[in-house]
């Protein structure tokens, strides 16, 4: 028997026995009253047990659902029509709507409702995989408000150990407190700043990592003493190959010194040419071949990487001679030049716009790299040469109140270099090892011959999550040759770009998190799969545009059909609850006090 005829006939049982008990009462004052009052309390008793319900219309899209996404607030979800479907199981438990379906897997959900072909996605949308998927059904946004915080980065994740770490994103700061952006490198901090704006604000660290191999540093966001979020970045620093260096002196100084014991102490091929009279030299190799440098030509140059040379020496080359380092920066060889002369001396350093300042007699030098906030420890000597930027030079060095100091412009496929600081050695000198090696390997860096890559990769997404597809593109100069590419000892099977035939893509999974092996033609390269929790805010604001640039770009319009179904809805219990009140309490009064 069901409860429901069970809880009735016990009411009734107790409504009869209640009866019973009034009308054998002495006092028969009031009982017509008494009898009502105990009808309508054991009604209503019978009520809380069993609602009353009654069926209402509901429009009802047959060939439409909406999904919901992470991001979905309660207030978008209230009062949807139709069915309601989600694929985030965390996002299923935290809402507890009525009527929200959990699906495992969306694509195999639509082939099973093959009526289905209206979307109505809620949130920060889907990944551009999940969209290819859905590129034949007519799909409609709304998408959730932005995401707050840390909503996008990028860094150079594999570099040389010349070079510095860039880190640029962007954070979507609410509040009136002020937030600290902390660049921590293996425990030790190496660059922050405070945004106190609120909105949108573009944001940018630097560091030079002091390590070689694999390494996690944290991009650490606190307001006050709190910690807001610690983000990793995972990076990779690998040893430069070694330049072939190149330097002519008018006369032995100890810069030319420093350095070429600098460069020696680094394995670098060099070879240093001192002027002792018109048409003699002294000559130095170092980890290089002897050969003869009397006289600069064209062979030589094309078997060096950097060329140094002061301003002095270069007005005593010959017109050929100065011709072929012309022809040869414009097919990527990198040219220093130290200038000391107050007036250009040949054609090619007229290039550098150069001035005296006598007012910067501050009886010290204090230089930076124009990018970074950070400045070097003092060199001791005034300096009151400079050059003057032009809207063809990219500033490279400036001292405290960003006066340029070493310039640099590209000239063909190679770059040119003017430098204004005579010694730099007195940081060896004064026992400050590093300044001294991350200034040279900023101005190698940015002045010598890149060197040609015969293959390179890149990964898209470039901050991969567990169980996320991976695109690995790899570009390569053989183009008949296909690369051999594998992942953690997978082999993938690429495919060749038919517009780029030097390009070649391979599709594959990501799986376990941390550093994965990358095989590619024998080599074995490394990248980092982040955890789901990680840059979070960064996947959402992804998310966000690349399914309203999705839903924008279609031209499907099909019309949903709508129907309507009677659905059961329950009364109040509120409409119980009063007449049970009044009637109970009437009961009581009648007893105690009339």
């Not at 979070?536 to 924008?552: C, D, P």
Request: with cysteine; hydrophobic share 40%.
């Amino acid at each position: 028997m069901e409860f429901k005829y069970i809880a009735i006939a016990i009411c009734l049982i107790l409504t009869i026995l209640f009866f019973v008990k009034e009308w054998r009462r002495p006092n028969r004052a009031r009982l017509g009253w008494r009898l009502a009052a105990t009808g309508i309390a054991m009604i209503c008793f019978a009520l809380f047990i069993i609602p009353i319900t009654y069926k209402v219309q509901k429009p009802e899209r047959l060939n439409e659902i909406n999904l919901l996404s992470p991001g979905v607030s309660k207030a978008q979800v209230d009062g949807l029509k139709g069915r309601t479907v989600t694929s985030d199981r965390q996002l299923y438990q935290s809402l507890k709507i009525p009527g929200l379906t959990l699906i495992t897997d969306l694509p195999y959900f639509l082939q099973s409702e093959p009526g289905i072909n209206h979307l109505n996605i809620y949130g920060y949308g889907l990944s551009k995989d999940q969209l290819q998927e859905l590129k034949d059904y007519q799909l409609d946004f709304y998408p959730a408000a932005g995401p707050k915080g840390l909503i996008s980065a990028s860094w150079n994740s594999r570099l040389k150990n010349t070079e510095q770490l860039s880190l640029q994103g962007t954070y979507q700061h609410v509040g009136k407190l002020p937030v600290k952006l902390l660049l921590q490198g293996l425990g030790t901090p190496l660059d922050s700043l405070i945004i106190s704006t609120e909105g949108e604000n573009t944001f940018s660290l630097k560091a030079r990592p002091r390590q070689s191999g694999k390494a996690v540093y944290h991009l650490i966001v606190m307001q006050d003493q709190d910690t807001l979020s610690k983000e990793p970045l995972a990076l990779e620093v690998k040893d430069a190959k070694p330049l072939r260096v190149l330097m002519l002196a008018a006369h032995p100084d100890f810069e030319y010194k420093f350095l070429k014991e600098w460069f020696f102490e680094k394995q670098y091929p060099v070879i240093l040419r001192s002027r002792i009279s018109k048409d003699k030299y002294s000559t130095d190799f170092l980890n290089s071949e002897r050969t003869n440098v009397n006289r600069i030509d064209k062979g030589l140059l094309n078997k060096t990487d950097l060329l140094i040379i002061d301003e002095e020496e270069m007005s005593m080359l010959s017109g050929s001679e100065l011709g072929a380092i012309n022809t040869a920066v414009d097919l990527g060889l990198g040219l220093l030049v130290r200038i000391s002369m107050q007036k250009p001396g040949t054609a090619i350093s007229k290039y550098f716009n150069r001035y005296e300042s006598p007012a910067l007699k501050n009886k010290s030098l204090t230089v930076g790299f124009s990018e970074e906030k950070h400045f070097f420890n003092p060199l001791p000597f005034e300096q009151t040469l400079l050059i003057r930027s032009g809207s063809e030079d990219q500033p490279l060095v400036v001292e405290k109140t960003g006066r340029v100091l070493v310039n640099t412009r590209i000239s063909g496929m190679g770059k040119l270099t003017g430098s204004v600081i005579p010694a730099t050695y007195h940081w060896l000198l004064n026992g400050q090892d590093t300044d001294y090696a991350d200034f040279w390997s900023e101005v190698l860096t940015q002045t010598a011959r890149k060197a040609a890559l015969e293959e390179s990769w890149y990964m898209e997404p470039a901050i991969p999550a567990p169980r996320q597809k991976l695109t690995v593109t790899v570009e390569q100069a053989l183009v008949e040759k296909v690369p051999v590419i594998a992942i953690n000892g997978g082999k993938l099977s690429p495919l060749q770009n038919i517009e780029l035939p030097f390009q070649w893509q391979a599709t594959a999974w990501a799986t376990d998190r941390g550093w994965n092996a990358l095989q590619l033609n024998g080599k074995t390269e490394y990248f980092y799969v982040y955890g789901n929790e990680d840059w979070e805010g960064q996947r959402n604001t992804i998310k966000l545009k690349n399914t309203s640039a999705f839903v924008n770009a279609q031209k499907l319009n099909t019309k949903s059909l709508e129907t309507s179904i009677l659905v059961n809805k329950q009364i109040s219990l509120w409409w119980v609850f009063i007449p049970f009140l009044l009637a109970v309490t009437f009961l009581w009064c009648e007893t105690k006090m009339l």
